[in-house]
């Protein structure tokens, strides 16, 4: 005959054993999505010396975004640009190609990897706080 009570103690203790370790594991705190970015615009001469807008994105400050790479990248055009915040977590990105009205989107990568969730606003002079259809 088997004695059941030893092996159903062994199982508590495992059970109670795991939920305790695994209680004291911190919570996942999952890496924050990139606030709205402000679109300022700059003009510059093309190739044959004509004028053309371009567009300059900059953050506030975010202690999330400490030392990040900022990736910019305008979806309507296809094209974009890689910056990199600084200690406080603001950033301010080379030249963007781009139209009022243009979708663009934004994610970071913090020192350790991790990336951030996209965030789509539309291109417009300012904060941009509209997001992308």
Known sequence: MIDWKPMIRR?????????HVASCNSNFIPVPPPGDPTFAPVQVADATGAPRQMWQVSGSDS????NARVFVFNNSLGVGVI?????LGSYSTG?????????????????DGERSPTTCRLLVQGVGRTPCP
């Open 11 to 19: 199982l508590l203790c495992l059970a109670a054993l795991t939920w």
């Open 63 to 66: 202690p999330a975004m400490k």
């Open 83 to 87: 910056g990199r915040a600084n200690e």
């Open 95 to 111: 030249l963007l190609d781009g139209n009022l009205g243009d979708q663009v989107e934004l994610h970071y990568e913090t020192a």
